[in-house]
């Protein structure tokens, strides 16, 4: 079928199977592959998304449940990589794999939209369903306060959640992905 | 690919078989994995290697200033992305800001310093490449002063370096400003410096002079870790690319008897259906297409020779096994007559895992003219290279290995068949486009290459007055690892010291003087394979709990029984008795909560840990764990931290939740929901405190896994009086 989707701002028109979750048209039709397969069952929140800034498990969603919403993944939650909780990731030298990490980035993004002060508890109940194998859990909790921390230090008009108008799309050419860091 | 079965039939096996065909004709003889740093220390590895690296090899510094690291090993974590250009830097004295690093080809000269294959494994990254990367920026760093020199005219000895410049201070008081000072950046000086020819030897910079190594350094891979950038195998495309995924025989060692491709085929994107060695390949233009097409196929399976596997039977075999004498691993005094009266007897097990790293399994080839191209996230670069050169008839130096990053590896992407990098070889012979092969979860729990399943029998004596072990007899049945792989030499007397690592080494053990560990190695039909930290993984757990239960028995402090057991191991003991100061061993633990300890020593480093458990509805929660680590030499402290922080997410996932199980042949688990590992919400707050060291180093990936689950279990205990032996630790 035929799907306008937009992502990370930018409209797209594609050509995809009905039932082929928004995890495979990211990466294997868009070629936005910063978000990840996992499990292929909404257990380990690799492929987490945000919908109208909501976390969503791209593998086990039909992209044609998104077509006219706002999707963000990792590629746009930040122009330079410098979202609140992308500096608190940084600031707390939270990953190790790092392959897991965009979705932990986007639901943290998500948690702080919708809580800016999250407790320890709030955390746990939003974050406990994205699975890091390398156990980076003890720095994403300290990371996640550092976030807050920044996110209530920005001046009041810089928005706190992804603004997907301001996102540049991401280069990634096949060639330039094949070749990347080998 | 799976390992090919051998014969069935667990009471008759006999151990340690190693005339199974080895794969490629690879057949590498290297030493043990825990006994690899010993093993170099014992052959007096020298601090300076009579060759230096060819310091190109590694090392490039751009006209732009920039300076790129080439890693002979493979980042998955474990931060040797930015270790070991520490090491280049304390020597080189370069703009930090200026680093890149890349992962380099599969190439000789990357060889591992200890082994003759290019590999990451053992926890031994650091230590091997100690000498050599810090060789490689004193050689370039010589260089960049020899041309500075050169084209001033000037002696090299009256040059210096700083952040990335070499400098000469003019006058007779060498002031900047003064006549005949010089300054040039590391950048412009490059292209000079690479004609030059490379010194003979250099001096490398004594410890009391060291700025880079032990600062606590952040991650050079943050920036496209935390962007979606970094490329992970199963990230890379290419132009005309398929992907395909694989058809899995149900049963080890099943084949496919026929299979009908027709509804496959006819699923939209589907480009290609065959049969490969390890089961039926469907191609497709992309990853959904591929899975579908897969769900289609009808395929009638030839079940092979372990139709009938069922792990509570293995158990029960193995528990048969350890009621008879093994081959022995460690021995002294007369463990029989000491044993004689009423001994303390137990038995523990553990099951099979899966290593489960986030990244599933996946390989993309491109085939061309006079050789192929690999893109994978391996562990084991140089084996995979020459298995694929066999498959596709070219030459290995034909064969071109791209690493990408590696979404956890964990010992899975050291393959003892390659079986993810042979099964994508097979795949791309049978197509004229490059393939990218992806395993699902399922195919990642499902497809063997487990922690052997391993049961102990344990047997002890106190001396009646003084309470102290006077015998110990460890019987261990679990798998070889070894046998039958390629290798197969690290076997020594009947011994593959992957199943008897940590016991029959451990400090406690060979303290004792009547002792004697023994191997039962059987062969299940069950493809195993190193998991964090191997045989420590079960010994660790099985010793630290028995010495707890004796400490017990003899009505002693745990901390203090062990201080006389570890008598002869002052730095075992320092670093245990660290991590019961900080955790305030001997005060009270909060109401309800229970205090358990553990230590032990692997891959050249010791973790000890004091465990903070209660239990809350029937569950065993872990609030709080204080770890030391002695790693030797640490390079860099915010990494080793999160290696230990990591090794006990790890190794909690495993005392906590993680069992394979199969019945009739099958895999009962397939997916994160019945192979559970560690949540967030269950990461108890790790404190860590790194000793302060100049012993050489030791590794940082592994040491911290084996020490959590005893630290647990003994902490259940101290609070509800339950000693649980079996992992996953289940409340009665």
Redesign the interface.
């Known amino acids: 079928m035929n799907l306008k989707l937009t992502v990370n701002g930018r409209a797209h028109d594609v050509s995809v199977p009905d039932d082929m979750p928004l995890l495979w048209v990211l990466r294997d039709v868009l070629g936005l592959t910063g978000t990840k397969f996992g499990c292929g069952m909404a257990q380990c929140g690799a492929c987490t998304v945000l919908v109208d800034g909501n976390p969503v498990r791209s593998c086990v969603r039909p992209a044609a449940a998104f077509a006219g919403r706002a999707v963000t993944t990792i590629e746009g939650l930040s122009a330079h990589g410098d979202h609140p909780v992308q500096r608190a990731w940084t600031e707390v030298d939270v990953v190790q794999c790092g392959y897991c990490q965009s979705g932990q980035i986007l639901a943290a993004a998500a948690l702080l939209a919708a809580k800016p002060r999250p407790t320890d508890d709030d955390i746990d109940a939003a974050m406990s369903g994205n699975l890091c194998r390398c156990g980076t859990y003890q720095r994403i909790r300290a990371a996640v306060h550092r976030a807050a921390q920044l996110q209530a230090s920005l001046p009041p008009s810089a928005p706190s959640a992804p603004a997907p108008a301001a996102a540049a799309a991401p280069a990634t050419p096949a060639a330039l992905a094949a070749t990347g860091r080998s | 690919m799976r390992r090919d079965a051998r014969s069935a039939g667990l009471s008759r096996r006999a151990f340690l078989k190693t005339g199974a065909a080895v794969g490629g004709g690879l057949v590498v003889g290297f030493f043990v994995p825990a006994g690899m740093r010993r093993f170099a220390l014992a052959q007096g590895a020298p601090a300076q290697p009579p060759v230096l690296p060819a310091a190109n090899a590694f090392l490039r510094i751009g006209s732009d200033e920039s300076v790129t690291v080439l890693l002979a090993h493979s980042?998955?974590?474990?931060?040797i992305w930015t270790t070991l250009p520490m090491l280049v830097n304390e020597e080189l004295d370069a703009d930090w800001s200026r680093f890149r690093v890349?992962?380099a080809p599969a190439a000789p000269a990357y060889r591992h310093t200890a082994f003759p294959i290019q590999m990451t494994g053992g926890s031994t990254t650091t230590w091997s490449e100690f000498d050599r990367y810090r060789q490689v920026g004193a050689v370039t760093r010589a260089l960049l002063i020899a041309a500075a020199a050169k084209q001033w005219g000037v002696a090299p000895g009256e040059c210096r370096t700083a952040n990335g410049y070499v400098l000469r201070e003019g006058g007779a008081r060498g002031t900047p400003d003064a006549p005949g000072a010089r300054r040039a950046s590391y950048g412009s000086l490059a292209a000079a410096a690479a004609k030059l020819p490379q010194p003979a030897s250099v001096a490398l910079k004594p410890p009391a002079d060291w700025k880079v190594i032990g600062k606590p350094t952040?991650?050079l891979?943050?920036?496209?870790?935390?962007?979606?950038?970094?490329?992970?195998g199963?990230?890379?495309?290419?132009?005309g690319?398929l992907?395909a995924v694989i058809a899995h025989a149900p049963t080890f060692g099943g084949k496919v008897k026929r299979f009908d491709p027709a509804a496959a085929r006819a699923v939209?994107?589907v480009r290609a259906v065959f049969e490969v060695p390890s089961g039926v390949a469907v191609a497709a233009?992309?990853?959904?297409?591929a899975k579908?097409g897969r769900d289609a196929l009808r395929i009638d399976w030839d079940p092979g020779p372990h139709a009938d596997l069922d792990t509570a039977e293995i158990r029960e075999s193995f528990r048969r096994r350890a009621g008879s004498a093994g081959m022995p691993a460690a021995a002294a005094g007369d463990v029989e007559r000491a044993l004689a009266a009423a001994p303390l007897t137990a038995e523990y097990s553990v099951p099979f895992l899966a290593h489960?790293?986030?990244?599933?399994l996946n390989c993309t080839v491109r085939r061309a003219a006079g050789g192929c191209e690999v893109?994978t996230g391996t562990q084991f670069q140089t084996v995979d290279q020459q298995r694929v050169a066999t498959i596709l008839g070219l030459a290995p130096d034909q064969v071109e290995i791209?690493?990408?990053?590696?979404?956890?590896?964990?010992g899975r992407r050291a393959n003892l068949a390659s079986d993810f990098v042979v099964e994508a070889a097979h795949v791309a012979k049978g197509l004229d486009r490059p393939v990218k092969v992806?395993w699902?979860?399922?195919d990642d729990i499902r497809g063997g290459w487990y922690r052997p399943l391993a049961v102990h029998r344990l047997e002890a004596a106190l001396d009646p007055v003084a309470g102290t072990p006077l015998a110990w007899r460890q019987r261990i049945v679990t798998s070889s690892i070894l046998a039958g792989s390629p290798f197969t030499a690290m076997i020594k007397d009947g011994i593959d010291p992957t199943c008897v690592e940590g016991a029959s080494d451990s400090p406690y053990v060979t303290a004792i003087p009547n002792h004697r560990v023994e191997l039962h190695a059987v062969d299940t039909g069950v493809p195993v394979l190193w998991w964090r930290s191997v045989g420590n993984s079960h010994t660790a757990f099985v010793v630290e709990s028995f010495v707890d239960e004796l400490a017990h028995a003899a009505k002693r402090d745990p901390l203090e029984f062990r201080r006389a057991m570890l008598v002869k191991s002052p730095r075992v003991w320092e670093v245990l008795e660290l991590a019961a100061a900080k955790a305030g061993w001997g005060s009270p633990p909060p109401p309800g909560h229970g205090r358990g300890l553990a230590v032990h020593e692997s891959f050249g480093s010791i973790v000890a840990y004091v465990a903070e458990v209660s239990v809350e509805a029937g569950q065993i929660r872990v609030h709080r764990v204080t770890a030391a680590v002695d790693c030797g030499i640490c390079v860099n402290p915010?990494g080793v931290s999160?290696q230990i922080?990591?090794?006990?997410?790890?190794g909690l996932?495993a005392a906590l939740h993680s069992e394979l199980t199969m019945k009739e042949g099958r895999v009962v688990e397939s997916?994160?929901?019945d192979y559970r590992?560690?949540?967030?919400?269950?990461?108890p707050?790790?404190d860590v405190h790194v000793v302060r060291s100049r012993e050489k180093s030791g590794g940082a990936g592994e040491p911290g896994t084996p020490p959590i689950a005893p630290a647990v279990a003994n902490a259940v205990f101290a609070l509800t009086g339950q000693r649980l032996r079996r992992l996953p630790l289940r409340l009665a």
């Open positions: 980042e998955m974590g474990q931060g890349e992962h952040r991650r891979d943050t920036p496209e870790k935390i962007t979606g950038r970094a490329v992970f199963l990230d890379v495309r290419l132009p690319m992907t939209s994107g233009d992309h990853f959904w297409a579908c489960a790293p986030m990244e599933p893109w791209h690493t990408t990053f590696l979404g956890g590896g964990f992806v699902t979860r399922e915010l999160a922080e990591s090794g006990v997410a790890f996932g997916n994160f929901h590992i560690l949540r967030l919400d269950e990461m707050h790790v």
